[in-house]
């Protein structure tokens, strides 16, 4: 009996495993983190260039030159040296009579007009986002076209709307019994409020109005479910509820209201004759520019900056601490 014999064949070896290259979690978010810096860094770039350039510099350059004054000798000033008198600008300033009232003059200016327009802006709003409006698009476009015109264009039309003899509504106020000079320096005040409140109700508006309408509709359906309508909705529901954008345009009145000068500027260059010529800070702070004292104007642009912002920041931190408290 023969045994038979199994062959056994081999195998073929198995491929080696591949070797892989493991990447720590730690370093992809490194590079794209890194990625992300720069492209963010690449698109912030121009906009740091301007704002250093025209906003930095020029407030460090008048912040520096407001340290010194400039002495000039001779007939004709031909020789002149610059000196470093420390606060002395800022003591002259202070003391400038024209400069203090002019700050005074606005101050009242702002306290009665940028309530009226605002109140005039959140109204409009109002009435733009009621149910019952019509012709929306209409009424936003008209109500908007006083801020697109320029403001010298719009100063120079008002200037002629308002002269005595030319303007359209002092011959009505006439027969009536009042006689009245818009013109006049006791009324230039309240004509140069409203031309700024002609033309930036509309710009005002279309905040709130943009705000209004991110109110959500569930919010407006509770309310009416629960009854509240009409003024009561907008006064219970609506108003509280846009009082970020009320704070908003209340805080860029009050920057723009510091920087009046293009309505009495007009006026002046009209030779209105009740209009001052020192009527703004900023007319002001122009006016020594051209006598040549710069070294006082730039001291006089840094006080006005400063109110501005404790005026401004004041008032945001009134409204923080006074919604924290409601």
């Given at each position: 009996?023969?045994?038979?014999?199994?062959?056994?064949?081999?195998?073929?070896?198995?491929?080696?495993?591949?070797?892989?290259?493991?990447?720590?979690?730690?370093?992809?978010?490194?590079?794209?983190?890194r990625r992300s810096a720069l492209t963010a860094s690449?698109?912030?770039?121009?906009?740091?260039?301007?704002?250093?350039?025209?906003?930095?510099?020029?407030?460090?350059?008048?912040?520096?030159?407001?340290?010194?004054?400039?002495?000039?000798?001779?007939?004709?000033?031909?020789?002149?040296?610059?000196?470093?008198?420390?606060?002395?600008?800022?003591?002259?300033?202070?003391?400038?009579?024209?400069?203090?009232?002019?700050?005074?003059?606005?101050?009242?200016?702002?306290?009665?007009?940028?309530?009226?327009?605002?109140?005039?802006?959140?109204?409009?709003?109002?009435?733009?986002?009621?149910?019952?409006?019509?012709?929306?698009?209409?009424?936003?476009?008209?109500?908007?076209?006083?801020?697109?015109?320029?403001?010298?264009?719009?100063?120079?039309?008002?200037?002629?709307?308002?002269?005595?003899?030319?303007?359209?509504?002092?011959?009505?106020?006439?027969?009536?019994?009042?006689?009245?000079?818009?013109?006049?320096?006791?009324?230039?005040?309240?004509?140069?409020?409203?031309?700024?409140?002609?033309?930036?109700?509309?710009?005002?508006?279309?905040?709130?109005?943009?705000?209004?309408?991110?109110?959500?509709?569930?919010?407006?359906?509770?309310?009416?479910?629960?009854?509240?309508?009409?003024?009561?909705?907008?006064?219970?529901?609506?108003?509280?509820?846009?009082?970020?954008?009320?704070?908003?345009?209340?805080?860029?009145?009050?920057?723009?209201?510091a920087q009046l000068y293009t309505e009495p500027a007009?006026?002046?260059?009209?030779?209105?004759?009740?209009?001052?010529?020192?009527?703004?800070?900023?007319?002001?702070?122009?006016?020594?520019?051209?006598?040549?004292?710069?070294?006082?104007?730039?001291?006089?642009?840094?006080?006005?900056?400063?109110?501005?912002?404790?005026?401004?920041?004041?008032?945001?931190?009134?409204?923080?601490?006074?919604?924290?408290?409601?």
């Amino acid at each position: 009996m023969s045994s038979t014999s199994s062959t056994r064949t081999a195998s073929p070896p198995r491929p080696a495993p591949a070797v892989t290259r493991r990447v720590s979690p730690a370093g992809r978010p490194r590079r794209t983190g890194r990625r992300s810096a720069l492209t963010a860094s690449g698109f912030l770039a121009p906009f740091a260039v301007l704002f250093l350039t025209m906003m930095v510099a020029p407030i460090g350059y008048a912040i520096y030159q407001s340290f010194f004054t400039v002495r000039r000798a001779g007939l004709f000033g031909g020789t002149q040296s610059t000196e470093f008198t420390g606060l002395s600008n800022y003591a002259a300033a202070f003391g400038d009579h024209d400069f203090i009232a002019s700050i005074i003059r606005v101050i009242l200016l702002g306290c009665v007009q940028v309530p009226v327009m605002l109140g005039l802006a959140l109204l409009l709003a109002l009435l733009l986002d009621s149910r019952s409006a019509r012709l929306r698009k209409t009424y936003r476009l008209t109500f908007f076209l006083p801020y697109a015109l320029p403001g010298a264009i719009a100063a120079v039309m008002w200037s002629f709307l308002l002269v005595k003899d030319l303007s359209p509504f002092t011959g009505p106020l006439s027969h009536i019994g009042i006689d009245v000079d818009f013109l006049s320096p006791s009324w230039v005040p309240v004509s140069i409020g409203h031309m700024i409140t002609w033309g930036w109700t509309g710009y005002n508006m279309l905040i709130i109005y943009s705000a209004l309408q991110t109110i959500p509709a569930e919010v407006m359906e509770a309310a009416a479910l629960d009854g509240c309508t009409g003024w009561r909705l907008a006064w219970a529901v609506k108003i509280p509820l846009v009082r970020p954008a009320l704070v908003l345009t209340t805080v860029f009145s009050i920057i723009g209201t510091a920087q009046l000068y293009t309505e009495p500027a007009v006026l002046v260059g009209a030779r209105i004759p009740g209009v001052d010529p020192k009527f703004s800070p900023i007319m002001n702070t122009a006016l020594g520019m051209d006598m040549g004292d710069q070294n006082l104007a730039s001291a006089q642009s840094v006080v006005l900056a400063l109110i501005t912002l404790v005026l401004s920041f004041g008032f945001l931190k009134y409204n923080q601490r006074k919604g924290a408290m409601a």
